[in-house]
């Protein structure tokens, strides 16, 4: 029984007619530069709107907040600056070295390319097939992804909670979400961060009008009522199927319902409670045992360490993504809270 409308999906999806690839990587760059140029403009309007702004010398309070707030600013604008430049390196390092293979050129030097070869290219090379590939190509590389991808995932359960308690609405999250789709999300919960930490009540100024505003009424939310954990075990069970699947024509649709999967933490009718977290992480935890079972005799401390240091450009992005994430988790839980 044939499938309508596969053999037209197949065809513009593979050499030389790779249009849906080279699509879905154009839009991600497209939404990536979007998400993150209108991300940091806002958050360095509303920076210097409040850090401008002089502030009374007797509110010892929220001067104190102030600097507070401030110090941890300054600390994840870094963390989210180192983030943005290990991704773009390595991006940029990933599509030069796959085009220089791809063209048979053993010179770096491409000042010779124009529009018509990278045209070319993207259409019938395999580049975002290859950039999946190398993910899963062997077991340290199927361990950065899958560290990769649940710290993106909790991430994100992270923010949707976050944004719940401080009732931002669907225009404030939208950038983030972009962000958490299209680049690090050591990034993108960086950024996230300043946002929190900006909107903090301990530092908003005082009301000095004798009739103050009234307070605007928080969104209208439906009662959530969809569980984490159908969701929390697709992710999970994706993951331990990618590999075995790499050579499978599924492989790309799978990773990309994978990756659409992430997005499931912000609908409104989902349950975010801690004690459904929790039986995520648990759950996560036996999925991750299992796969280290199954690729125990090719895994080794040594070998995840060489495949951050060594491997391709696309597994070190998700590889130091991982290593980013961790390290905010630190900061987070060292001080710089909200």
């Not at 009732?167 to 999300?185: E, F, G, H, K, W």
């Not at 009739?211 to 569980?227: E, F, L, M, T, Y």
């Not at 648990?282 to 360490?305: C, E, H, Q, W, Y």
């Amino acid at each position: 029984m044939e499938i309508p409308g596969y053999n037209e999906l197949v065809y513009y999806s593979t050499p030389p007619n790779s249009y849906i690839g080279t699509a879905i990587f154009l839009s991600y760059i497209v939404a990536a530069v979007y998400a993150t140029t209108s991300t940091t403009y806002s958050l360095y309007s509303q920076y210097s709107s409040i850090f401008n702004t002089p502030a009374a010398k007797e509110d010892t309070t929220r001067n104190a907040a102030l600097a507070a707030r401030a110090r941890h600013v300054k600390i994840y604008a870094f963390i989210a600056s180192l983030s943005f430049a290990t991704l773009a390196y390595h991006m940029l390092m990933f599509l030069i070295t796959h085009y220089l293979e791809w063209s048979g050129k053993k010179s770096s030097s491409l000042g010779a390319v124009n529009i018509e070869q990278l045209k070319s290219w993207m259409l019938e090379s395999t580049l975002f097939h290859d950039f999946g590939q190398e993910l899963v190509q062997n077991a340290p590389n199927a361990a950065w992804t899958e560290a990769a991808i649940l710290a993106t995932w909790f991430w994100n359960i992270y923010m949707a909670q976050k944004a719940r308690a401080r009732n931002y609405d669907a225009s404030t999250m939208r950038n983030y979400i972009l962000l958490s789709q299209t680049l690090p999300i050591s990034f993108a919960v960086s950024l996230f961060l300043i946002q929190l930490h900006l909107s903090s009540p301990d530092i908003a100024p005082a009301q000095t009008s004798k009739d103050p505003a009234k307070p605007v009424a928080a969104p209208q939310r439906r009662k959530p009522i969809a569980s984490l954990q159908i969701p929390n075990i697709l992710v999970n069970a994706s993951l331990l199927a990618l590999p075995p699947l790499r050579s499978n024509s599924i492989f790309m649709v799978l990773l990309l319902v994978t990756r659409a999967v992430l997005l499931v933490p912000h609908w409104a009718l989902m349950s975010l409670k801690d004690s459904d977290v929790v039986k995520c992480i648990t759950i996560s935890g036996g999925f991750v045992v299992a796969n280290m079972a199954m690729m125990k005799k090719d895994f080794s401390p040594a070998a995840l360490r060489g495949s951050l240091e060594d491997g391709g450009h696309a597994i070190k992005a998700l590889g130091w993504d991982t290593v980013l994430g961790a390290l905010v988790y630190i900061v987070l839980g060292w001080g710089g809270g909200v």
